[in-house]
T-cell receptor, first 115, second 112 residues
Framework: DAKTTQPTSMDCAEGRAANLPCNHS???????VYWYRQIHSQGPQYIIH???NNETNEMASLIITEDRKSSTLILPHATLRDTAVYYC????????????????FGTGTLLAVQP | NAGVTQTPKFQVLKTGQSMTLQCAQD?????MSWYRQDPGMGLRLIHY???????DQGEVPNGYNVSRSTTEDFPLRLLSAAPSQTSVYFC???????????FGPGTRLTVT
């Protein structure tokens, strides 16, 4: 599994966009980039995933560089409830087989949204 | 749907005791997994299952057993609890081709 590198912590003002970077320079061609977050003491929550195109859903946008060696998660209008640890994870494509079931979590980025 | 449920929410064990952490999901998901999270760290995969009757080891399987007799349930057994197993345990599930894993609320285990 490819390793990811994220900053330990970031601050963001409430109402502003939060941009969380992730480096995954050893990513393979068929590996997806996933983002999860974990609000204090709760189970992780899926946010978004992508392969090489930019993706957007109701929670966030995911921007993946053309060489796929890094990506950025964007929360367009951060609120206090977005304060959490954000995990960037690289994994093989969906499907059957043991490797595809594994989510290898690093230590993530603690995003603190300030009022 | 209740989603993924875990019991108990909190547990204190003495060294050497055994216990079973329960996990159930009502979404008919094929995949289920157990993770542990130590303070200040990310989650680590203990065991997983790709369907009833099929289980496999993750990153940190030692000291834990699992079985999957039904699609809904995936219990995690601690054979002889040790202080090093003090952690928060999360169960998760997803469909065979699903991107999103659904996590339970966690079980906070302390071994003294």
């Amino acid at each position: 599994d490819a390793k990811t590198t994220q900053p330990t912590s970031m601050d963001c003002a409430e109402g502003r966009a939060a941009n969380l970077p992730c480096n995954h320079s050893t990513i393979s061609g068929n590996e997806y980039v996933y983002w999860y977050r974990q609000i204090h003491s709760q189970g992780p929550q899926y946010i978004i995933h992508g392969l090489k195109n930019n993706e957007t859903n109701e929670m966030a946008s995911l921007i993946i560089t053309e060489d796929r060696k890094s990506s950025t998660l964007i929360l367009p209008h951060a609120t206090l409830r977005d304060t959490a640890v954000y995990y960037c994870i690289v994994r093989p494509p969906r499907g059957y087989g043991g490797a595809t079931n594994k989510l290898i979590f690093g230590t993530g980025t603690l995003l603190a949204v300030q009022p | 749907n209740a989603g993924v449920t875990q019991t108990p929410k909190f547990q204190v064990l003495k060294t050497g005791q055994s216990m079973t952490l329960q996990c159930a999901q009502d979404m008919n998901h094929e995949y289920m997994s157990w993770y542990r999270q130590d303070p200040g760290m990310g989650l680590r995969l203990i065991h997983y299952s790709v369907g009833a009757g099929i289980t496999d080891q993750g990153e940190v399987p030692n000291g834990y057993n699992v079985s999957r007799s039904t699609t809904e349930d995936f219990p995690l057994r601690l054979l002889s609890a040790a202080p090093s197993q003090t952690s928060v345990y999360f169960c998760a599930s997803r469909t065979g081709t699903g991107a999103e894993q659904y996590f339970g609320p966690g079980t906070r285990l302390t071994v003294t």
